[in-house]
């Protein structure tokens, strides 16, 4: 797996955007709508909603890959029983 940069959208959707290091960053993902998430060399670090099969085609045919991420809730620890 290549290391990616992450890119994330502003609005409400929780639209990702996957690019490869190597590969240049699409030109719809400007600011302010888009912002830097980070880099990521490994399958663990990916959020929720990565998938490695799915990358692999959009940056095969896009040279980027969208999807949708998801982020884990904390669990309410005053949650009454």
């Not at 590969?23 to 888009?34: G, Y």
């Not at 095969?60 to 309410?76: E, I, V």
Request: hydrophobic share 40%; proline share 6%; charged share 25%.
């Amino acid at each position: 797996m290549s290391a990616y940069n992450l890119f994330r959208n502003t609005g409400p959707e929780g639209l990702s955007c996957a690019v490869p290091e190597e590969r240049s960053v699409p030109r719809f993902v400007i600011a302010p709508e888009w912002e830097f998430a980070g880099k990521v060399e490994s399958l663990r670090q990916m959020p929720l909603g990565f998938d490695d099969k799915a990358a692999a085609t959009g940056v095969r045919f896009n040279g980027f890959y969208l999807f949708a991420s998801f982020q884990k809730r904390a669990r309410d620890s005053h949650r009454v029983l």
